[in-house]
């Protein structure tokens, strides 16, 4: 799911607001912003736009900040925009650059997924900049755990599928049918069971492996100190010996 988010900057221009009025009226909590980049930025939607032009406009009819803060407590402010309900604010957000950096994998990686739907974009800035949710972090590791287990990128796009469904429904029940929600919790639970199966067999092979890595480790330590001890002998010894094998 992208939202449509602007910075402050374009935010005060699309509404003809000065920073001064926005400062007061976040002081005020009359505004909240959507969220945050990760160097503190505030990002607002739609929805801010619609309750600050609201504000503007009982400003225009001459109320106080203070009567309109009552206001806002008693009725609240109405929002034309009900398609989609909004994320909670104070969340921060990643761009790509700082997604990669935290999650130690390239651009150009996060591109390569993003072209394969692996990964969207939670958000886009007005000016195009894609923002991430810091959970994305998390999903990005996980995507790497799933190739380095051989998953193919059309396996992990099904399963990066499932991830942003669950956000969906944690986040937005009451958007969805309970039918469509009682059948991807289904789905999910289904995948789940057969992935901890998957998991058991990788396990099984771990184990072997490990015990088989362990004695090789042992066996070459053991090749190596008789092959430094035969390369200690004097060579008029090593002569003999080779005569006598």
Known sequence: MIKDLVTSQQFLAGLGLSRKSLEEWLRLKLLKP??????????????SRQRAAHIQNLVALGYELQEIQKIIKKVGIPVENHKKPERKPQEKYLTVGSLAEKSNISP????????????????????GFRLYPKVYVYLCQLIKDLQLFGYTLEEIKAISDYFRDFLTIQENMKS????????KLEIMSREIRAFFDKMRLFKEGIHRWENLLKKKKKEILALKGKNEKRAARPPGE???????D
């Open 34 to 47: 959507e969220g945050y980049t990760e160097d503190q930025a505030p990002l607002f939607s739609e929805s």
């Open 176 to 183: 969805l049918s309970r039918q469509e929600v009682a059948g």
């Open 108 to 127: 150009r990686t996060i591109k390569h997924w993003e072209d394969k739907g692996i990964l969207t974009p939670d958000m886009r800035s007005e000016g």
């Open 238 to 244: 090593r002569h003999a010996k080779n005569r006598f």
